[in-house]
């Protein structure tokens, strides 16, 4: 059974930065796809980054050049760091995995695990 568990987020200001992790545990095969997500308020959950085992990232349009995701060597823990935050940056933030050898995307619909998710707030 696959665990994800997401640090607390927090408040901080504009232009501030704030770093996420994500336990990750019970995969059995390494060829899966790791990825963040976030929920804006009164908004549909949208991806934010995706990170393979091959290292290859990808980043929505919003996030490219303030955020960046990376994993340990070993695939259990997940980060988000967010740089140059902004007040729309303000979001619940998820952890997702695919299951081995699926597509890595960044649509919700493509990931089977999920952590419970962890609320970033950006004041201006």
């Known amino acids: 059974q696959v665990q994800l568990v997401e640090s607390v987020g927090g408040s901080v200001q504009a232009g501030g930065s704030v770093r996420l992790s994500c336990a990750a545990s019970g995969h059995t095969d390494s060829s899966y796809c790791m990825a963040w997500f976030r929920q804006p308020p009164g908004k549909p959950r949208e991806g934010v980054a995706t990170i393979y085992r091959d290292g290859k990232t990808t980043y929505a349009d919003s996030v490219k050049g303030r955020f960046t995701i990376s994993e340990d060597n070993v695939r259990d823990t997940l980060y988000l760091q967010m740089n140059s935050l902004k007040p729309d940056d303000t979001a619940v933030y998820y952890c997702?995995?695919?299951?081995?050898?699926?597509?890595?995307?960044?649509?919700?619909?493509?990931?089977?695990?999920w952590g419970l998710g962890t609320l970033v707030t950006v004041s201006s």
């Open positions: 997702a995995t695919a299951e081995p050898g699926w597509y890595c995307t960044r649509e919700a619909y493509d990931y089977n695990y």
